[in-house]
């Protein structure tokens, strides 16, 4: 059996403001649900991360364009 992907360093904590894991990106259902996803869900979550991360914390940090 081979291990699932996952975004996870460890960094867990969630932003109050956005919702999502500070590490990852992730928001709380997609933590909770990540292993009984399928493999092409992780992977589909996974590749729309670094542009959420991007909106979402520059949007907090008042970047948003």
């Excluded at 589909?44 to 907090?60: C, G, N, Q, S």
Aim: negative net charge; proline residues 5%; hydrophobic residues 30%.
């Amino acid at each position: 059996m081979s291990r699932a992907s996952s975004p996870c360093i460890r960094v867990c904590t969630l932003d109050p403001e956005t919702g999502l894991c500070e590490g990852c990106g992730r928001t709380r259902e997609e933590i909770g649900s990540w292993y009984r996803m399928t493999e092409e869900e992780r992977l589909r979550i996974m590749d729309e991360l670094p542009e959420r991360m991007r909106e979402a914390f520059a949007i907090e940090r008042g970047k948003a364009e």
